[in-house]
C-alpha cells in the first residue's frame, strides 16, 4: 500500500514538473505521453549497460566468443530491470552465476552507474505504472531488493525529475559515444 501511495503521488509530482529534453517538438505531456517519454531514458541506460557489460565480459571471458559476451550482457540488462524474454531468461537460467557475477562487478568496476541505474530503475516502475494504471509491488520490490543486493542501487533520495533524468540520460549517452 505504501508503494502505490508513494507512486501515486510521484506520478502527480512529476505531471506537473515536465520539460522532456528530447522532445524535438513542444509537448503538453498527458501521462501517457510523460511515461513514454520516460521509457525512452530508461532504453538509453539500457544501452549503455548493454555496451558497458558486452565490454566486460568479452574482458572476462576472452575465450568465449562474441555472441556468448552479447547474450550475457543482454540476460543482465533484462535481469536488472526484471525484463526476460523467453530467450535471455533461458539462457539467464543456464548461466545464472556468470550473469549475477557481472552485476555485482558492474556496480563495484563501474560505481558511476550506480545512479543513473538507480534512477532508471524508479522511472521504470513508475513509467509502466503510469502506462499500465496497476502497480506490480512484488515485482517492483524484487527490482529493487535484486539491485540493493548486487550493489547497483543507491538506497534512499527521491526519485528523479523527468528533466534531470532525461539531461542525465543525454550526458550519460554523450559520454559513453551513443550519438
Known amino acids: 500500500m505504501k508503494i502505490i501511495s508513494f507512486l501515486t503521488f510521484t506520478v502527480t509530482l512529476i505531471a506537473f514538473s515536465i520539460y522532456p529534453v528530447f522532445a524535438k517538438e513542444p509537448l503538453l505531456p498527458g501521462t501517457e505521453d510523460l511515461a ?4 525512452q531514458g530508461v532504453d538509453i541506460v539500457k ?4 555496451k558497458v557489460l558486452t565490454e566486460d565480459y568479452s574482458n572476462v571471458y576472452k575465450n568465449r566468443d562474441e555472441d556468448y559476451c552479447k547474450d550475457l550482457a543482454a540476460a543482465s540488462v533484462n535481469e536488472i530491470f526484471n525484463s526476460h524474454n523467453e530467450k535471455t531468461s533461458i539462457f539467464f537460467n543456464n548461466n545464472k552465476e ?5 552485476i555485482i562487478n558492474l556496480g ?10 538507480t534512477d532508471a530503475l524508479r522511472v521504470f516502475v513508475q513509467a509502466n505504472w503510469m502506462l499500465s494504471g496497476n502497480s506490480k509491488c512484488y515485482s517492483d520490490l524484487k527490482v529493487f531488493q535484486n539491485a540493493m543486493d548486487r ?11 523527468p528533466a534531470s533524468f532525461l539531461e542525465m540520460v543525454e550526458e550519460l549517452a554523450k559520454n559513453h559515444n551513443l550519438y
Not at 98 to 102: A, I, L, S
Not at 108 to 117: E, G, N, S, V
Request: charged share 30%; net charge positive.
Open 36 to 39: 513514454r517519454r520516460m521509457i
Open 47 to 50: 544501452l549503455i549497460l548493454y
Open 98 to 102: 556468470n550473469v549475477v557475477n557481472g
Open 108 to 117: 563495484k568496476k563501474h560505481p558511476d552507474l550506480k545512479r543513473p541505474i
Open 151 to 161: 550493489g547497483i542501487f543507491i538506497k534512499g533520495g527521491d526519485p528523479p525529475e
